[in-house]
Every structure is written in structure tokens, then in C-alpha cells.
């Protein structure tokens, strides 16, 4: 279920060839915060036992000892693991597991404020009685209280993001303008007022804030038949949501303003979003602060000296304020990164293998 291991990573004839020793050792005292450019790296392989797919999608910790990662497994087991500063295991959320959650269950995001109160996103999927699809999906909503994960009841789609200022300031998001807002008491239902084309794939797929009373959203509306995607960026305040800006990429012709991918807001209050390389929000426009060849799934980082980028390709990149750096050692070229978390003093990236079987998590550490 785990491997533990530091490793010495070398791309041979299209191979990678992995030279491996345990590094396993209690050191009673804390060692000097290092260079993130001088990271020691490990990695550690999460595949639940039987399953085709364990692939997890995003990550969030409160400390080094106590980080989560949560997906998708083809057993509706594996679908949340948690990291407690030596082992990775599996957090047992079904109830055909113990636990309190029924259903089918996919997870998309994860967001937290401390140990005791955390929250992860996705869908219930159901069987359609009248296919096509086969398949039908419903909001999912769960939350951690420091003992038990239980489910928060919310009507609507899949759900894909997720932000809050509290816990008891809490968006979450996804398909077909699914919006609510959690006060810590119950969730209420938002309209966004967007009109999507007709017959398009609509979804809000980025919030965040720079305040309780400042918050952003980004969606977008996808014509298959015309192979054009619409994209909107919009804002809250006390008067409603507005759409600040928008642009068109239709039939390969990109016009990106921002990163289509994902939507971060940095701890000291910078909204971020990262695509085609990663973007900056400057309260008016979209700056663009890192180009690149591979797509980018994800932007994290504290303080905003210490910023990291992930993407496709094993891309992993790092700014330390002054300049971009990328990390050539880390070479996976079978293996997609989609999300990190860092305390500043140590460095997650989740990734996946891409076009093996079975697909497995693999999660690189840096310290």
C-alpha cells in the first residue's frame, strides 16, 4: 500500500532506473529550514489493494503529521488518504467500511482550517434507470470535526472547488452553476447570473476570496459541436456577482486572459490561476508570471516567497521572489502532477501515473 524511500532519479533510454535507501530516522531535533532548491526528495505510492485506479486529485494538511489526499478509486475504497508524519492510510469514509458516508463517491478537493475542521468536495454517482448516460451525479459535501467525517446535505451537481475564510465562511462550487454558501450553520443556494450558450458544458471550476465580502469565480461553457469553450471571470460584493471579463479559445486558437485549470487564493490574500502557465491577479488585470511548455494543474505556496507550480510531465517549478526555478531532477515523464501543499518548511506534490495499469498515486515529497 506504501513505499517509503529516498531516491536518486535518472531518465535512461526512456527508462527510469530508481536507486533506493531507507530513511526511516527519528531525529529528536528539528533540523534548520533549508533551501527549497536543496530538497532531499522521497516518494511514497498509495494503490488500494484489488483496484484498477487509485487516483487522487488534491491535498491539504495542517501540519507535516497530519496531511490528507483525496480522489477517486474504482472500489469506492482509497478514495481519501491520510499522512501522519510516517505511514499513509487509508481513510475508511463508506459505510461498507465502517464509516459513516453511503453510496457510490467520487472526491475532488479538499480545504481546512485547522485539524478539527476540514471539508472535502465531489459527487454521489448514481445509475441512470433510463441511459443514456449511464450514470448520474448529485453535490457531495463531508466534513471532518476532529473524529469523524460526516455528510453535509447539499442539492445540486458535481462539485469541483471549494474556499472559505472560516468555518463558517465556506463556497463551494461546480457543474451546471452549482453554488452554495455555508454560514457554519446551513448552506444556501446562489445564482450566478451567467448565460451559457445553449447545449454547452457549463461549470464554475475556481473560488476564492480576498475577503468575506470579496469573492471570485471562474467558469466556463463548453459547445462541443462547435469546439469553442467560453470563459467568464467574475466577482461578489455587496451588491451581487458581476462578470469582470471574458474570452473565447475556439478550435485550437488560444486567447487565454488566465489559467483555465485551477483557481488558488494565497494566504496573504494574492489570487492566483494556473493553465498555460500561471497567472497573477493584480485587482484589474491578469498578469502572466510564468511560462512553460507543459500545462499546469497547480499553483501553492507560504509565504509568497516560496511559490510552486506543478503540471503535466512531472513540472515542477519554484519562485522564491526573485526568480523561477525548475526542478530537473524530478523526472517522471509518465507521471502527471495535479496538486502540492507546503508549510514552508516541507513540500507535497500528488501526481499520477499516466497510461499504466493499474494507475496508482504517487506522492513526492521534498524536505
Known amino acids: 500500500m506504501k513505499a517509503h524511500c529516498t531516491l536518486h532519479c535518472i531518465l535512461l533510454s526512456g527508462a527510469l532506473l530508481f536507486s533506493a535507501f531507507s530513511s526511516c530516522k527519528d531525529s529528536p531535533v528539528e533540523p534548520p529550514r533549508k533551501d527549497p532548491r536543496t530538497y532531499t526528495w522521497t516518494i511514497d505510492t498509495l494503490a488500494y489493494p ?20 483525496v480522489g477517486h478509486n474504482d472500489q469506492n475504497h482509497g478514495l481519501m488518504w491520510r499522512f501522519d508524519g510516517r505511514k499513509w492510510t487509508d481513510v475508511k469514509l463508506s459505510t461498507l467500511q465502517g464509516g459513516s458516508i453511503s453510496g457510490a463517491m467520487d472526491l475532488y478537493a479538499i480545504f481546512g482550517f485547522n485539524a478539527s475542521s476540514i471539508f472535502a468536495i465531489g ?51 461546480g457543474v451546471e452553476g452549482t453554488l452554495y454558501y455555508y454560514n457554519g450553520q446551513r448552506w444556501s443556494k446562489e445564482v450566478v447570473p451567467l448565460s451559457p450558450p ?60 488566465w489559467g483555465t485549470a485551477r483557481f488558488w487564493t494565497s494566504p496573504w490574500g494574492v489570487l492566483y490561476s494556473v493553465g498555460a502557465g500561471a497567472f497573477q491577479w493584480n485587482g484589474s488585470s491578469w498578469e502572466k508570471i510564468l511560462t512553460v511548455d ?29 526568480d523561477w526555478y525548475r526542478y530537473d531532477e524530478i523526472k517522471f515523464p509518465q507521471v502527471g502532477f495535479v496538486s502540492g501543499w507546503t508549510d514552508g518548511k516541507e513540500l507535497f506534490v500528488v501526481g499520477g501515473t499516466l497510461g499504466a495499469f493499474p494507475q496508482k498515486t504517487l506522492i513526492l515529497r521534498g524536505r
Not at 480576498?210 to 467574475?234: K, M
Request: proline content about 6%.
Open 294 to 322: 507543459e500545462p499546469c494543474t497547480h499553483i501553492f505556496g507560504t509565504p509568497k516567497e516560496n511559490l510552486f507550480v506543478v503540471g503535466f510531465r512531472s513540472a515542477l517549478f519554484h519562485y522564491n521572489g526573485v
Open 50 to 69: 484489488g483496484s484498477a485506479q487509485t487516483m487522487m486529485q488534491d491535498i491539504w494538511g495542517s501540519s507535516p503529521e497530519n496531511v490528507f489526499v
Open 198 to 257: 445553449p447545449n454547452s458544458y457549463y461549470k464554475l471550476y475556481g473560488i476564492g476570496g480576498t475577503s468575506p465580502t470579496d469573492i471570485y469565480l471562474l467558469a466556463s461553457a463548453h459547445e462541443d459541436h462547435l469546439i469553442r469553450t467560453t470563459y467568464y471571470f467574475l466577482r461578489r460584493n455587496a451588491t451581487g456577482w458581476a462578470v469582470i471579463d471574458t474570452f473565447v479559445n475556439q478550435a485550437g486558437v488560444n486567447r487565454n486572459k
Open 123 to 173: 459527487e454521489r454517482i448514481y445509475d441512470n434507470p433510463n441511459p443514456p448516460p449511464h450514470f448520474l451525479d448529485s453535490s457531495l459535501v463531508i466534513h471532518y470535526d476532529g473524529n469523524q467525517w460526516r455528510e453535509h446535505r447539499v442539492v445540486g451537481r458535481f462539485l469541483q472547488a471549494i474556499w472559505g475564510s472560516s468555518p463558517a465562511d465556506v463556497w463551494v462550487c
